[in-house]
């Protein structure tokens, strides 16, 4: 072992405390719990000194991780497939026909604005506005814009 262990094991056969334990960043700074103190090793704290395990069980495990790594690469391979073939091609046509809507509102109302300083939206020259939070940017379509020019155009 690395050293001989000091302080007092604690009531029940509890962890040993290591010299300045407790003390801030160090390799004592923690309470070690390993075979002698009876108790096993912290939830997620490394490997469990206490149980032996026989060559074949180490083989067992290492070809189970060697598999899970090739059955998580074949998922990530097919996933990947699946995003080239399917999802950005509809994402890609979704961005293109969003486009050709926004180019068509601006080519139909040169004069709409938007101040996204006080978040609204205007007709250029004229008085009325019409908040921004109301209007869905992201999907706006020909039929929506020309509503919320006759929204502005208003007396």
């Given at each position: 072992?690395?050293?001989?262990?000091?302080?007092?094991?604690?009531?029940?056969?509890?962890?040993?405390?290591?010299?300045?334990?407790?003390?801030?960043?160090?390799?004592?700074?923690?309470?070690?719990?390993?075979?002698?103190?009876?108790?096993?090793p912290a939830p997620g704290r490394g490997r469990d000194w206490s149980v032996n395990t026989s060559p074949d069980q180490e083989i067992a495990n290492l070809v189970m991780g060697a598999a899970g790594r090739f059955i998580g690469k074949a998922i990530r391979n097919r996933?990947?497939?699946?995003?080239?073939?399917?999802?950005?091609?509809?994402?890609?046509?979704?961005?293109?026909?969003?486009?050709?809507?926004?180019?068509?509102?601006?080519?139909?109302?040169?004069?709409?604005?938007?101040?996204?300083?006080?978040?609204?939206?205007?007709?250029?020259?004229?008085?009325?506005?019409?908040?921004?939070?109301?209007?869905?940017?992201?999907?706006?379509?020909?039929?929506?814009?020309?509503?919320?020019?006759?929204?502005?155009?208003?007396?």
């Amino acid at each position: 072992m690395y050293g001989q262990m000091q302080g007092n094991p604690m009531p029940g056969g509890g962890p040993y405390q290591q010299p300045g334990a407790g003390q801030g960043p160090g390799p004592y700074s923690e309470v070690w719990y390993g075979p002698e103190s009876g108790g096993g090793p912290a939830p997620g704290r490394g490997r469990d000194w206490s149980v032996n395990t026989s060559p074949d069980q180490e083989i067992a495990n290492l070809v189970m991780g060697a598999a899970g790594r090739f059955i998580g690469k074949a998922i990530r391979n097919r996933m990947q497939r699946v995003a080239e073939e399917r999802i950005i091609p509809t994402v890609n046509a979704r961005a293109e026909q969003q486009r050709q809507q926004m180019a068509a509102i601006a080519e139909r109302y040169p004069n709409l604005r938007a101040c996204l300083r006080d978040q609204v939206i205007f007709l250029a020259g004229e008085t009325r506005t019409v908040p921004l939070s109301e209007v869905p940017l992201q999907q706006v379509t020909l039929a929506q814009a020309d509503a919320l020019v006759a929204r502005l155009r208003q007396p």
